[in-house]
């Protein structure tokens, strides 16, 4: 079956058709990208004028059945993008598409479904642990925004997939320098949350928290690239960091560690025995220093559950297609 599926964040809409089949039984699925397209979600009004720019660049109609992930809250077909000026709306994207059917949920209700259609190769350890094949599985990925969610396995094994807005809640400060991150950015938020630290924005955050405890300005280029555009800052922060800048390379390395600190506590909640999957579009691209040691240890440093933590299996997901396969499978449920 040929669907449209859309992975929609506050940065970036990725649209595509996708042949996809539904496995059942205990089969695997496949999902195929047939053709896909990236769009600068700022540029467009809604994600209707989206679809719309996707269809005159493909030249011939859309696939009339399509689901959709978004960074937000889905709530009986509605959603208000959180980063984004945007309501989006299963009935009116029905009818402005001419469809038969579109589905919308939450981006890591998407990423949920998606993991089923991952290959094993396409993940990368953290965590060994030990997997139980129909437990509960929890999911945190930062990019734009922090998202967070879980799935749940029924009894006749399909996937329920519970979106959460989790990277809202109160950011918990564990050591000196978090306390004085916290103080910066208090300064800065009315609230201050997970998601003000772990997103791509957060990075910089730790950056400049960081400089203003020292009394030191920010190291140039990163400044130079905050005042010109400040949604390019994030890999200025992982490039100077790897080049051996001081600043950069403790805000990074304190990411990771309060990354690895919101995992484990997102563990602890749902005690998710099939697994914690990292998704998001930074753990890819800071991949050594998530595996160097300091995000797992932030991990397991939970006192005594340390023992019950170490036995849940934690997984970066490397493959930037698996929301995407999820809006397929809701387009083609």
């Not at 139980?132 to 969610?149: F, N, Q, V």
């Amino acid at each position: 079956m040929e669907v449209l599926a859309g992975d929609i964040g506050g940065t970036k809409a990725l649209l595509a058709v996708v042949e996809i089949e539904l496995g059942s039984g205990g089969a695997k699925g496949s999902a195929r990208v047939l053709d896909s397209r990236r769009y600068e979600s700022r540029r467009y009004p809604g994600l209707e004028a989206v679809c719309h720019a996707f269809a005159a660049d493909r030249g011939r109609p859309l696939p009339r059945r399509a689901g959709f992930g978004v960074a937000g809250p889905v709530v009986e077909g509605r959603s208000q993008a959180t980063n984004l000026p945007w309501v989006i709306d299963e009935r009116q994207l029905l009818q402005a598409l001419s469809a038969e059917h579109v589905k919308l949920a939450n981006d890591f209700g998407a990423l949920g479904l998606g993991l089923s259609l991952v290959e094993e190769a396409q993940m990368t350890a953290l965590n060994e642990g030990v997997r139980t094949a129909s437990g509960p599985m929890a999911l945190i990925g930062a990019g734009t925004g922090l998202g967070e969610g879980f799935v749940i396995t029924s009894a006749d094994g399909r996937r329920m997939v519970m979106p959460s807005e989790g990277g809202h809640a109160d950011f918990a400060p564990r050591s000196e320098a978090e306390i004085d991150v916290l103080r910066f950015l208090q300064r800065r938020y009315e609230h201050v949350s997970w998601e003000r630290l772990l997103c791509g924005d957060g990075l910089v955050n730790l950056a400049e928290a960081l400089a203003d405890h020292d009394g030191s300005p920010l190291p140039a280029k990163l400044a130079a690239q905050v005042a010109s555009d400040r949604a390019l800052a994030p890999a200025v922060v992982t490039e100077l960091a790897r080049a051996g800048e001081p600043v950069c390379q403790r805000a990074l390395r304190l990411f990771c560690r309060a990354y690895g600190a919101e995992a484990g506590n997102l563990a602890l909640k749902l005690l998710p025995t099939g697994g914690v999957f990292v998704a998001g579009g930074i753990a890819p691209r800071i991949l050594p220093e998530l595996t160097d040691g300091v995000f797992r240890q932030a991990f397991l440093d939970k006192g005594r559950m340390r023992r019950l933590l170490e036995a849940m299996p934690v997984h970066v997901v490397l493959d930037p297609l698996t929301p995407l396969y999820g809006a397929a499978a809701l387009a083609a449920a």
